[in-house]
């Protein structure tokens, strides 16, 4: 097995680093949203800034170290490559870049079929929260999908979209199934993505609804169904919220983004629910859960930077 070269600190971040990309991308959606512009872009630079790291180290790891690639791939936390490129996309094209966004699409499309194929061929009773990510890595496509379609990047695209929303939602029961309910008092805090998948699935289900191309029966059935996956993210955003207060969990753990993520993701989701179905108590909930998750953001960047500051200073110590 060929180590990195020693100094690459991202070259030992476990696949699940992908959530860092998906918590910072969505963060930048959700300040675009509120009009906070610079904060927005500097979230987004930072999120493609990590997205670029971890594609090289991606990329390394197939050509270089297959046996590894392969293993990692096997497990949950891989489909973040899928979810952390969609929702980058959809930052790409909010700032205008729909070439860029189109290309992001088309990459997270390819990657989704051998990652969520290799990963459910290891499901199993009892997975902690990290298996909602099946829905999260469709969910992501369906929001991007329908993100260039509002854009005008093509109809089909919006069709499209619907399909992987209807499949994402299938996904997450079959992911609530094998959920280990226990995790909401022990998880490390992947146990959020629970409330995040449906969170990111609202956020298609808005986006599905301000399209064009549904009308009558349909419009009313997306801007029903998006409104009750609101409710439900709320619910297990509650529910989670309460499990940390009740069993805290102190202490850095790169799971921790995946918290992060389902944070930024619901805020985001209310601002967009708010829009597309002219609820407007929502607005303000998506307001106050930005900033709930911004903190929480700085929290865990913080936790994280100490964290690889220690790791580095005990590899440069140890004997070579």
């Known amino acids: 097995m060929r180590d990195h070269p020693q100094g690459h600190w991202w070259a030992e971040l476990p696949p699940a680093a992908g959530a860092v990309v998906?918590?910072?991308?969505?963060?930048?959606?959700?300040?675009?949203?509120?009009?906070?512009?610079?904060?927005?872009?500097?979230?987004?630079?930072?999120?493609?800034?990590?997205?670029?790291?971890?594609?090289?180290d991606f990329l390394t790891r197939l050509f270089g170290d297959r046996r590894r690639w392969r293993s990692e791939a096997d497990n949950p936390p891989a489909l973040t490559a899928v979810a952390a490129t969609t929702v980058l996309g959809v930052r790409c094209s909010m700032h205008g870049w729909g070439d860029l966004a189109y290309a992001l699409l088309a990459v997270a499309a390819a990657l989704w079929p051998v990652l969520l194929l290799s990963v459910m061929r290891h499901w199993h009773r009892g997975m902690p929260g990290v298996a909602f990510l099946v829905c999260v890595a469709t969910q992501g496509l369906a929001v991007l999908a329908a993100t260039l379609s509002l854009a005008g990047q093509g109809d089909w695209l919006g069709r499209?979209?619907?399909?992987?929303?209807?499949?994402?939602?299938?996904?997450?029961?079959?992911?609530?199934?094998?959920?280990?309910?226990?995790?909401?008092?022990?998880?490390?805090?992947?146990?959020?993505?629970?409330?995040?998948?449906?969170?990111?699935s609202a956020l298609a289900g808005s986006k599905l609804t301000l399209s064009p191309l549904w009308t009558g029966a349909g419009h009313t059935a997306l801007r029903v169904g998006t409104l009750v996956?609101?409710?439900?993210?709320?619910?297990?955003?509650?529910?989670?919220?309460a499990a940390e207060a009740a069993w805290p969990r102190p202490g850095y753990d790169i799971r921790r983004w995946?918290?992060?993520?389902?944070?930024?993701?619901?805020?985001?989701?209310?601002?967009?629910?708010?829009?597309?179905?002219?609820?407007?108590?929502l607005t303000a909930t998506g307001r106050v859960l930005l900033w709930i998750a911004l903190g929480f953001w700085v929290v865990t960047a913080g936790a994280t930077v100490l964290s690889l500051r220690r790791r580095q200073s005990q590899g440069t110590s140890s004997p070579a």
């Open 22 to 56: 998906m918590a910072t991308g969505i963060l930048s959606v959700a300040l675009r949203l509120t009009d906070y512009e610079i904060p927005s872009l500097v979230f987004f630079a930072l999120a493609g800034l990590v997205w670029v790291l971890l594609a090289f």
């Open 160 to 200: 499209a979209a619907l399909v992987a929303f209807v499949l994402g939602l299938l996904l997450y029961v079959e992911a609530l199934l094998r959920f280990d309910f226990g995790q909401v008092r022990t998880g490390a805090g992947d146990q959020w993505i629970a409330g995040g998948a449906l969170a990111i």
């Open 229 to 241: 996956l609101v409710g439900l993210d709320l619910a297990w955003y509650v529910v989670l919220l």
């Open 258 to 281: 995946s918290t992060v993520f389902p944070l930024g993701m619901t805020a985001t989701a209310c601002l967009s629910t708010a829009t597309a179905t002219g609820v407007d108590w």
